[in-house]
């Protein structure tokens, strides 16, 4: 019985990430912000529940059939909160503000995060693990959330803590939309169970084994930063995007200087494939606004291959309206095999509120196999995502060199379509 209601309470709130990963990934952000004001903020011990309450807060509302939860995944929320928290605190926040600014970018990072994890992670997932937990009908979500835990350890859940009045009259502000501090707190109280269900069923080893079998390429994968979207490539992009929120509570609007985020495949990669309609061939670019996708069309991607003809492809915002993901497809259906390609993002996207990126944005890529490794002696290797010749995803800072389908009664009112 015990058991039964741990399956229960760790799959009702499962969106993407689940809450153990996603707790993990705000973690590890921290240890990719360079030093400065925002990293000396942010890992201060007496706000890590903070950073952590905000982490999970999003995937509550699912708990308790709220629509709150939703809302809170996206930016138009998100950014309602940082123009709050700019009105009523000022850097260096050694007031209570500093509960605040903790607490969005733990919910900046569950929302960039789900974006990430759906429109990379999930979407090979969906291919690859077709045929297992896909066709079962099984939960992606919960299944890599248990294996994940169990490949990187349990988490106790933090302390509950959230703006509540705040929060509700920011959602009735914002977006129109009623929600009292009792529902939402019900919504955190189910994430506490969750992240301690995680961590008991992790522990089962029959458990983790029929989750790998579910989904055994999701499973294999998720430790591994050079797979586009895995956890550890999230965090590094959550720890530039914080840094871009970081410069907005400043002053700084629009896109700012950190308008992209990153892109797969990393800069130079090869051995990129060329597997026609197959999501292992998609190209990402991952900005730092919440995208109006009305500013978006197939030319908004310029691709052209080594003779420096154009190639055809098809651009979508993946989930739509202010959501921050670019996934770029050949028109074909398949990259050109042994050919070098270069991506190209002129300036002009637009986020949901207008701002404009005002800078363009290039890399490149080959479909050719990558040379044969010369014999070296034998080195530690360097860490984080785009490491390797045919690494998935670079990420980076100034240089610039889920989610599921929403219902539709939500669309309307934060942008995913």
């Known amino acids: 019985m015990l058991l039964g209601l741990l399956f229960m309470a760790a799959s009702a709130p499962a969106s993407a990430n689940g809450q153990t990963t996603h707790a993990w990934i705000s973690v590890h952000a921290l240890a990719h912000l360079p030093p400065g004001e925002l990293r000396d903020l942010l890992t201060r011990e007496d706000l890590e529940p903070y950073l952590l309450n905000g982490t999970m807060f999003p995937d509550g509302g699912y708990a308790v059939g709220d629509d709150y939860g939703e809302r809170a995944h996206w930016e138009p929320f998100q950014s309602a909160y940082l123009g709050w928290i700019r009105g009523q ?53 919960e299944a890599t959330d248990v294996v994940y835990a169990q490949r990187v350890g349990p988490r106790e859940p933090p302390e509950e803590w959230f703006p509540g009045a705040v929060f509700v ?190 800078s363009a944005h290039r890399f490149s890529f080959s479909t050719r196999p990558p040379p044969e490794p010369t014999p070296e002696p034998i080195k530690e290797a360097p860490g984080g995502c785009g490491g390797g010749a045919a690494a998935g995803l670079v990420v980076f800072g100034l240089s610039a060199r889920r989610r599921r389908a929403r219902p539709a009664h939500s669309a309307a009112a934060s942008g995913k379509v």
């Open 169 to 358: 009259s920011l959602f009735a502000e914002a977006q129109g939309y009623t929600v009292n501090e009792e529902t939402m707190s019900e919504g955190m109280f189910w994430l506490s169970v969750a992240i301690a269900g995680v961590g008991v069923l992790s522990e089962q080893e029959d458990v983790v084994a029929e989750y790998e079998r579910q989904f055994p390429w999701a499973s294999a994968h998720l430790t591994d930063a050079t797979v586009p979207g895995s956890p550890p490539c999230e965090g590094e992009l959550v720890a530039l995007y914080w840094q871009a929120l970081w410069a907005r509570l400043q002053g700084e609007d629009g896109f700012g200087e950190r308008p992209y985020l990153g892109n797969a495949p990393a800069d130079g990669a090869m051995g990129w494939p060329t597997t026609a309609s197959h999501p292992d061939a998609l190209l990402h670019v991952v900005v730092s606004r919440g995208l109006a996708p009305s500013s978006v069309s197939d030319t908004s991607v310029v691709v052209t291959d080594e003779a420096g003809q154009d190639v055809p492809v098809t651009v979508r915002v993946f989930y739509g309206e202010a959501s921050h993901v670019l996934n770029i497809a050949p028109a074909s259906g398949a990259w050109a095999a042994d050919t070098d390609y270069t991506v190209d993002v002129p300036p002009g996207l637009l986020s949901f509120d207008g701002a404009a990126i005002e």
């Open 89 to 141: 605190h000022d850097a260096p926040y050694d007031d209570e503000g500093a509960q605040h600014v903790a607490f969005l970018m733990g919910l900046a990072s569950h929302g960039l995060a789900d974006q990430v994890f759906d429109a990379m992670y999930m979407e090979r997932s969906k291919t690859h693990d077709a045929a297992l937990g896909w066709a079962e009908g099984e939960s992606m979500d």
